[in-house]
């Protein structure tokens, strides 16, 4: 079993309406939790993250993430997107005593039409 | 501060071929990451250094790949000889350590294996 799940692979928005992308992991035990953002040709970066604390993390580009501990849930919401948007986005997750390794959900390709 | 640099951007070859990718990581980063990306998959990681010492190559297929840090800074990730499979992405992150896990990510190396 994948041990990070995005189950949206493609998801089609308009402009100005509420995103929110699904990520379950199955490892149990301490998590850190990552969402990434990677542009057409462009480097993966850093959305946001939780390590500890209010399980609502917020982080750029107007973009947060709720953790759900008994649901295994870190899903990404945005209120209202945009065009520029349109990327591909990963759940990725460190397990406690892995070497600090990130393992990446197989991503979803978010497409905001104008 | 100057990002993870890697190279070539693209690299096409022939199956049978070797070829080598280069990565210079972030200055003082001691962790340095190559990761592996199949068109619609997330990263796969294929080997971790702390400083110029591997902490994890359990997911790199040695009967193919290797990858050395020399002196603890910047890398090479060696395809001999490539199949058709390996083509895809081949990212390289640094880290500094810290509590904050401040991954860095470079543009990657796109291979085709024809």
């Not at chain 1, 992308?21 to 946001?48: A, K």
């Not at chain 1, 750029?60 to 990327?87: C, H, M, Y």
């Not at chain 1, 591909?88 to 390709?109: D, P």
Request: hydrophobic share 35%; aromatic share 12%; net charge positive.
């Amino acid at each position: 079993a994948q041990s990070v799940s995005q189950h949206n692979h493609h998801v089609i928005l308009s402009e100005a309406a509420s995103l929110e992308l699904g990520c379950n992991y199955s490892y149990g035990g301490t998590v850190n939790l990552f969402w990434y953002v990677q542009y057409p040709g462009q480097h993966l970066q850093l959305l946001l993250k939780y390590f500890s604390g209010d399980p609502l993390v917020k982080g750029i580009k107007g973009f947060e993430a709720e953790f759900i501990k008994s649901k295994f849930s870190f899903n990404l919401r945005k209120p209202s997107v945009q065009w520029s948007d349109t990327a591909e986005y990963f759940c990725a997750v460190i397990r406690s005593g892995s070497a600090r390794q990130l393992t990446f959900g197989s991503g979803t390709q978010l497409t905001v039409l104008p | 501060e100057a990002g993870v640099a890697q190279s070539p951007r693209y690299k096409i070859i022939e199956k049978r071929q070797s070829v080598a990718f280069w990565c210079n990581p972030i200055s003082g980063h001691a962790t340095l990451y190559w990761y592996q990306q199949i068109l619609g998959q997330g990263p796969k990681l294929l080997i971790q250094f702390q400083n110029n010492g591997v902490v994890d190559d359990s997911q790199l297929p040695k009967d193919r790949f290797s990858a050395e840090r020399l002196k603890g800074v910047d890398s090479t990730l060696k395809i001999q000889p490539a199949k058709l499979e390996d083509s895809a992405v081949y990212l390289c992150a640094s880290s500094y350590g810290g509590s904050n896990y401040g991954y860095t990510f470079g543009s990657g190396t796109r291979l085709t294996v024809v």
